[in-house]
Antibody, heavy 120, light 111 residues
């Protein structure tokens, strides 16, 4: 059974860079066709897709966040990561890592989510 | 403001049917079969309930069904049960942004 687990700081200062990792277990991040994604949810609000990556390095980023987002993959660790720069309080959210079957396929596996608060 | 429009709330009594709408445009909901629905219980990660407009993943009860008419997709929950009380989100690929967009979510209450 595929499992995803987010890790990283729960508190980030304004203007700094948010960094999270997602460890994939129970399957290979190199599985053909799969995309590995980040989605976030501000407290009490809806879902927002941040971006996704194929193990070959191909990425899709949310245009509203473009320029601040970098998603990378480390196949040797079976991990993928998120960096979001110049954060503000508006970036406070639960961040989920997830897997989708293809570029725009539905998300069929989710991590449990991790709350990241942006505050000084 | 979300790209896809959902009613903020919906409700029904146990055993009844409830339909939740998700309205977009011909550049997203109406133009592509990549419409999905997710269920989210409080404090939990979302779970995929419907994909490609009307397909159910294995393990999802057949009480859940999806459909689409024009630029509006719908999720119908038949035979409501207490455990169906949750937030529901629709999503779709959007060619205008070449990215995925979500609806604002609908809180389903089982009375």
């Amino acid at each position: 059974q595929l499992q995803l687990q987010e890790s990283g700081p729960g508190l980030v200062k304004p203007s700094e860079t948010l960094s999270l990792s997602c460890t994939v277990s129970g399957g290979s991040i190199r599985s053909s066709g799969y995309y590995w994604a980040w989605i976030r949810q501000p407290p009490g609000k809806g879902l927002e897709s941040i971006g996704s990556i194929h193990y070959t390095g191909r990425t899709h980023y949310n245009p509203s966040l473009k320029g601040r987002v970098t998603i990378s993959v480390d196949t040797s660790k079976n991990q993928f990561s998120l960096k979001l720069s110049s954060v503000t309080a508006a970036d406070t959210a639960v961040y989920y890592c997830a897997k989708r079957g293809g570029g725009w396929s539905p998300i069929d596996y989710w991590g449990q989510g991790t709350l990241v608060t942006v505050s000084s | 403001q979300s790209a896809l429009t959902q009613p903020p709330s919906a409700s029904g009594s146990p055993g009844q049917s409830v339909t939740i709408s998700c309205t977009g445009t011909s550049s997203d909901v109406g133009g592509f079969d990549s419409v999905s629905w997710y269920q989210q219980h409080p404090g939990k990660a979302p779970q995929l309930m419907i994909y490609e407009v009307n397909k159910r993943p294995s393990g999802v009860p057949d009480r859940f069904s999806g459909s689409r008419s024009g630029n509006t997709a719908s999720l119908t929950v038949s035979g409501l049960q207490a455990e169906d009380e949750a937030d529901y989100y629709c999503s779709s690929y959007a060619s205008s942004s070449n990215f995925e967009v979500f609806g604002g979510g609908t809180k389903l209450t089982v009375l």
